[in-house]
């Protein structure tokens, strides 16, 4: 899992330019959005998140968390069903970049991989329910359904081979032939 | 409004079929339901809000905010849940109930399950108890709700069936891949495998195509309405007759009675939320094993004062639902062909005749897995986040094949619904409680199936297996929950007689799980059917018009 810090590879800049590009398809009609294109985050929280949840979805050959929209995911759930996790996401955020300031005296995202990835696998020690709900948060909007701002262009899906599914049906069958009993 | 001979709460399963029954006879029927009337278009394909995964809420109700539960757990702690989390034990609120969004397996239960107690006798703790009517007085509506409602597969690759004066209306689908992997594995085995009696379209019928066979089946409404519940079978026919009305989005506060003890109809909230009366010749409750207890319990007066068909303490108890036990393997090979509905073969060689086992359960492959349902069912050892669970989302998503089955509940009459004594829904009607567990039997048996399962899966080839296990603080009743009203002759140890009619009030009747005295090996829905059929007969029989009377 060393190598899991190459979603450095996307700087804050263009990351930020893709969460506004996703969230604003995604959030039309929706109302105003907030400075940096989040519904919910800060642009500072959304910072720890993103480090968050790359390690816990990793860029390989593959996107990483972030770049498949998972933070859009989660900022826009934070204001729709997962409204009641609000506070814990401030409380959780704010715990995880004091982890990383005590242990390595840097944010987490100014972090090299592998120190992000000690300071998660602390936080999921340490604020283990809060670990669990972004790990969970995280893995469904990197595989759930595209509708909700994650799995941008269903990334996920083409990765595990996934196409759109063709219109089989009608032609499973000889429908000339009366059903067989 | 006017008074109308049935009122029937509850359009699912079973709430269908009667107001269906009643209609055709010529009956002026109300049929309530507290959900709404989904159709295809409202498939939305949307894996984290469907009925089955439910991350972002239920997509066919009851809604999160609003209907709360309470359970209880081992250390009789109260907890209180949304209609989202598993422990609400929900189905489902809408047109159609489970029946929309359910994954279509139309099994018949066997003789045997109808004879629980004088088969096996009752392990001790347990409330395990006969049926007071048998396979035999069922079978004539077994066969009508498999040609009603539309029924495909083929039972002749198995000796176990039940007996059956015809086969079923539809072919089989075409099988698929993990038909093709797990079929011969098991005749090596000895088993009898055959393909899954389900409630879906394989070829034209009933003025509906045949599934397209897409990914997103159970749990969801069917795009090209090939899935067949009562919303697009007995429900429209309900409506056509022109003596049904359906009232959607009306939430059932009580049943009203006259100072003779009889019911004279019902209260509800309507879509706006204004409180209604619907005055009628007999009720029929069909809001399923939980709701149906908690209207019945709601329905307090003088002469009922712990609820209507609860004079001896029976409404809400014997809760159970399906322990689901089995294996996940993983496979070298791939296994996905992406043909839905994926489930499609199955054994009934367990449901019976195991020494030391009080019955078994059918097993079966389960229905297709999107994504987001395997991530966390990767193999032992795999990391639950990072570059390692990737990795193997890549190796394992398309490499394994799942099979379970319901195991056989072995009831407990402490397992039950009652009344929150504290919380209230948002009309201010007070809310289920379920407290308690199924008879611990019923994991001995779960276990020995999963065993099963595991060893059907290495004989498949699997390269790894993982056995479900693990004991539920709390019964799951969930989509196949039951008992809770149960059918018997003696009033004093259950809530409705062998026509479904409720011991003391001659014009209440429970028609749906509630009244299963034992809940099978099998997914219960054809059997709630069935039952639906069989006490519509008897109510239409002794229906004399203007009034009910016996």
Known sequence: ?181 | MNRVNAVVVGAGAGGGIVAKELAVAGLSVVLLERGKWYTAADCRKDDLRNQRNTQLGNAFGPEDKGNPRVWVDAKGAAHTVVASEGAYSNNAACVGGGTLSWGAQAWRFMPQDFKMRSTYGAPSGSSLEDWPISYDDLEPFYDKAEYEIGVSGDYSGTPFHAPRKRPLPMPPLPPNREFGILEPAAKRLGLHPLHIPMARNSVPYNGRGPCMRCRWCVGFVCEVDAKNGSQNTVIPVALNTGNCELRTECQVKEILTDEHGRARGVSYFDERGRLQEQLSDLVVVSACATESARLLLNSRSKLYPDGIGNRYDQVGRNLQGHYYSGALGFFDQETYDDLGPGASIAVMDYNHGTPGLVGGGMLANEFIRLPIQMVDRMPQGTPRWGLGHKQAMRRFYKRNIAVMGPTQQIPSADARVTLDPNIRDQYGIPVVRISGNVHPHTFEIGAKQAQRAEAWLKEAGAIATELSGGRPEVVQAGQHQAGTCRMGNDPRSSVVDRTCRVHDVDNVFVIDSSVHVNNGGFNPALTIMAIAYYASDALVKGWKGGGYRS
């Open chain 1, 1 to 181: 899992m060393d190598d899991g810090g190459r979603s450095q590879d996307v700087t804050r800049r263009q990351f930020v330019a893709l969460g506004t590009l996703g969230g604003a398809a995604l959030a039309a009609g929706c109302g105003s959005k907030a400075s940096g294109g989040w519904e919910f985050l800060r642009d500072a929280q959304a910072t720890t998140l993103k480090a968050i949840c790359d390690q816990i979805i990793p860029k390989d050959d593959y996107p990483s968390a972030s770049e498949a929209g998972v933070l859009n995911y989660i900022d826009r759930q934070l204001v729709r069903h997962y409204r009641p996790h609000q506070g814990a996401y401030r409380d959780g955020l704010e715990q995880a970049e004091a982890q990383s300031r005590e242990r390595f005296g840097k944010a987490i995202a100014e972090l090299g991989a592998a120190d992000q990835l000690a300071v998660v696998t602390d936080m999921e020690r340490d604020h283990h329910s809060f670990f669990e709900m972004v790990r969970d948060h995280t893995l469904e909007g990197y595989y759930g359904s595209p509708r909700h701002g994650g799995n941008r262009d269903e990334l996920s899906w083409k990765m595990l081979g996934l196409g759109d599914p063709p219109l089989l049906g009608r032609a499973q069958y000889d429908l000339t032939k009366e059903p067989q009993q």
